[in-house]
């Protein structure tokens, strides 16, 4: 037996006042759904199913990246969480386990209390996530007695008694399969909103004699988005809980609350991050690197010993080696940079390959790009590139090569050589002094003439 994940991602969010569909609205560089289905994935479930509607090719897309072998349906008419649900059915056909359902636009369910609800399962044929509200507002009320839970009662729906009940709903069930979808076949559509709530399912399990428990998290956990507001008050929650967890992992931030993290930033301990650095997507940095103020890093790895920036930018692609150096206005893309080289200054290295212990020197750029294919720049070790060398891919400098200021390499450099290719210089007597004296001149003129 195993556990299935239903992740309900076809809400519309229309007070999201967006034409992006909601759970693709992003926290830490990732779209909602993907940390509602990352959290989920912590089970190791043998299926996972996220149900699209509004934006579905879209969001399909954005299961689909997260992981291939995701499963999507479709709801084609938002008639309810119950009625999203019974989409999900045809795919979990020959399935014989748990299934949770989760929410796309809920991140910040914690793996550990999907876990506890997992366990739950073995005591109560039904679990639900709830949570004591400090303003229950119109969260649906879990009507308990004793340890077991009776009934869920939509706000919409409730009395006067029961929306003065403090224990909230957060929507998320787990249930055996069978249980689940036999359940879901009597829910019907008899309510103030006309649609078919998934948590009807708990009052026909007790009605069936079944039973019932609730799993208590905390409210944070449960945090919905629903507009722009609190997008950002989700942002910061979540800035703010990883940047706390980075420094009890033993990194360094000498500006915390300046330090902007993505969902799956790895940063390794003895790591310093100084002020106004921004990590997207996809970095790794091995402990004991260093990164400097005001560099924006992303899809990228930073080995030990390494130092980046000031003002620097690691695009996707870019392999730093141990103890490389990236100085302040550099910028790398789909290049590795080898042990010990050093990149100090106002250069531009893509799509290149350097070899350890090369200096390149500043103003350097690999010419890479032909308005329609891209090349490859290749420099062997214990090179030396001078400044402002432009180096015209294809091309390859072998170990210990050296270019001279100035050059534009657009011809292989054996081992040992020096490449030089700049224009001759040549010196015109006096030429300056006449030549501006003319311009001067013909300024006065003008003025006279105005």
């Known amino acids: 037996m195993g556990t299935a994940l239903i992740v309900l991602a076809a809400g519309r969010g229309t007070r999201m006042n967006s034409d992006l569909p909601k759970v693709l609205h992003e926290i830490g560089q990732s779209p909602l759904l993907h940390h509602a289905m990352a959290a989920g994935m912590a089970l190791e479930p043998s299926r996972l199913i996220v149900v699209a509607g509004h934006g579905a090719e879209a969001v399909e897309r954005a299961a689909t990246d997260f992981d291939e072998g995701i499963v999507t349906v479709r709801q084609e008419t938002q008639d309810g969480t119950g009625h999203a649900v019974m989409q999900a059915r045809a795919a979990l056909d020959g399935f014989s386990g748990d299934a949770i359902v989760l929410y796309g636009d809920t991140p910040f369910i914690r793996p550990e209390t999907l876990e506890a609800m997992l366990a739950a399962r073995g005591r109560a044929d039904v679990v639900v996530l709830g949570f004591e509200a400090a303003d229950p507002g119109r969260y649906g009320r879990l009507v308990t007695q004793g340890d077991r839970l009776e009934r869920i009662v939509e706000f919409k729906d409730a009395d006067d008694a029961t929306r003065a009940i403090t224990l909230c709903n957060s929507g998320v069930i787990a249930a055996d399969r069978e249980t689940l979808f036999s359940l879901l076949d009597r829910v ?41 507001a609190e997008l950002a008050a989700a942002e910061a929650a979540f800035q703010s809980r990883r940047r706390l967890e980075a420094m009890e992992d033993g990194v360094t931030l000498l500006a915390p609350e300046t330090v902007t993290f993505a969902r799956d930033t790895v940063v390794g301990r003895d790591t310093v991050i100084e002020p106004n650095v921004v990590f997207g997507p996809n970095v790794t940095i091995e402990s004991g690197a260093k990164i400097r103020a005001f560099s924006h890093l992303e899809g990228c790895h930073v080995s030990r010993g390494a130092t980046v920036g000031p003002f620097a930018r690691l695009r996707p692609g870019a392999e730093l080696a141990e103890d490389v150096h990236v100085g302040n206005f550099v910028e790398i893309k789909n290049a590795q940079v080898g042990t010990g080289a050093k990149v100090n200054h106002l250069t531009y290295l893509g799509d290149a390959d350097i070899g350890a212990g090369t200096n390149i020197g500043a103003g350097t750029i690999t010419c890479n790009y032909d308005g329609v294919f891209k090349h490859r720049t290749t420099i062997g070790r214990d090179a030396f590139i001078g400044s402002n060398t432009m180096l015209v891919a294809p091309v390859t400098l072998g170990d210990g090569a050296m270019t001279a200021t100035g ?29 501006f004296e003319k311009l001067r001149a013909a300024k006065a003129a003008k003025s006279k003439g105005e």
Do not use: W
């Open 407 to 435: 050059t534009v390499v657009t011809h292989n450099v054996p081992a040992g050589d020096m490449a030089v290719g700049r224009a001759k210089q040549t010196n015109k007597p006096g030429f300056a002094t006449r030549f």
């Open 188 to 228: 019907t559509n008899d309510n103030a909103s006309g649609e078919y709530y998934l948590t009807d399912i708990v009052g026909l399990a007790r009605e069936a004699g079944l039973t019932a428990e609730v799993v208590r998290c905390d409210e944070a956990e449960t945090l919905g988005i629903n507009t722009r």
